[in-house]
Each structure stands twice: as C-alpha cells, then as structure tokens.
C-alpha cells in the first residue's frame, strides 16, 4: 500500500493547491503558518485540554492540507541519524485519541502555577515529550506541540522564547527524539533547551548560562550536520 498523503512515486504531500515541487510547498507552507500563528497570538489563543493540539494543526495548516486537525489514518517511521538510522516508536494510528487523553489526565491539570522553576521544567518535559511521540499528525507535529507549549505556558505565568527554539531547531528536534525512547529516554538535552527557553513572566530576561556552543552537539552528533529526513508509511 502507497501512502495516500503524497504524490506518487515523490515525498511531496498532497496539499489544497496541488503544489508538486517540493520548494514551492516548502515556501507555501512556512507563509500560510507563519500568518496563521501570527493571527493565534493576536487573539490571545487559550488551550484548555490536551487535545487542542488537533485545534491548533487546523489552525495552521488548513489552507494547506486537507487533513489539517485530523489524526493521522496510517503508522509512521522515520530514521533518525541520532539512533543511527532506527525510528522512534510512534503510537499506533488506533490509539493516538486514547493516548492523548491519558496524556491529559496525567498532565494537564498538575499544579504548575505553585512549582518551582526547576520542578516545571522537569514536570514540563515529560508533558511534551510524551505528546510529542504520539505524532498525532502526518507532517507538522513539532511546530504543532511548540505551539501548544507556547499558549501552555501563557496559562501559568510563563512565556516562551521562541527565538531561541527556531534558531536550535535541529537540537531541539533532536531533544525531542532522545526524550521520547520509553524506558531508555534520555531527558537531560530537552531539559536544557527548555530551561533557558521557559521564562518566567516576572522575569522575561534571557537566561544568563546560554552560549553559542551549548546546542551544537547532541552526544557525539553535530547539529549542524542534521539534515530533514521525511517520515515514511510503516507498513503493516
């Protein structure tokens, strides 16, 4: 069986203008997102389940994708060159409602406004991390989650720099691997992006450990040698 989101015989997505090449999508794409995000903050979006991950993705990528907000319809894979080549276990396309939910009642309503800095962030990576391996979506799970931490966090006196997540993409995509490999998850990378990235509202100043070389390398991998790599159809 094919994969019924892209083209044949390509890595291209079947999107609302049939765009075929991968650049033009590419470029289609990042401008209808970053106009939709801009719209979301403008109206002061509010998160109130764990399930408005499905809200935001059609939010963002409904002028794109006719599937923008639904759960994917098949398994997914992609080699990772930080595993060296093997995929993160992503939940199955028939329990992805069901491990949301679990997700949320787990999560969503923890004291967050009374924890100190330190356990929020602790707290606060495993929140994302485990939405993160679910991969509710096709293509656009990571900007999707980022999105969803952004408005999470403006709900319990927090903000986030965003700045600081779109200029290490390639480490925090990375952070979100190694944090997502059960009982061999390795948290510590998620966890440093996250620290300095979570400001507390009172407090909007950069953290002042921060240096240029803090996110260039995931163990021995150098972040500026990652490159995308598309998911795949896992066949059944």
Do not use: C
């Amino acid at each position: 069986m094919s994969d019924p989101y892209l083209y044949e015989n390509s890595h291209v997505l079947r999107n609302i203008l049939d765009i075929r090449n991968e650049e033009n999508l590419e470029a289609y794409e990042n401008t209808v997102v970053n106009l939709a995000l801009l719209k979301m903050f403008k109206e002061n979006y509010n998160v109130s389940h764990a399930d408005a991950i499905f809200d935001i993705h059609k939010h963002i990528f409904s002028d794109v994708y006719d599937w923008a907000g639904k759960s994917r319809t098949i398994n997914i894979e992609k080699s990772e060159l930080i595993l060296n080549g093997l995929s993160v276990k992503y939940e199955d396309k028939s329990k992805v409602m069901t491990a949301i939910h679990e997700i949320h009642l787990l999560y969503f309503d923890k004291p967050w406004k009374t924890m100190s800095k330190n356990s929020f962030i602790y707290e606060m990576t495993r929140y994302i991390a485990s939405l993160w391996k679910i991969h509710p979506f096709r293509e656009g799970n990571t900007r999707t989650l980022s999105t969803y931490l952004y408005f999470f966090l403006e709900n319990h006196n927090y903000t986030l720099d965003e700045k600081l997540l779109n200029v290490h993409a390639a480490y925090i995509r990375n952070a979100l691997v190694m944090a997502s490999l059960d009982e061999y998850s390795e948290y510590q990378y998620l966890e440093d992006i996250l620290s300095d990235a979570i400001i507390h509202k009172t407090n909007r100043r950069p953290a002042k450990n921060r240096t240029v070389h803090k996110y260039e390398k995931i163990k021995d991998i150098e972040m500026k040698n990652y490159k995308y790599n598309y998911h795949q159809h896992k066949k059944e």
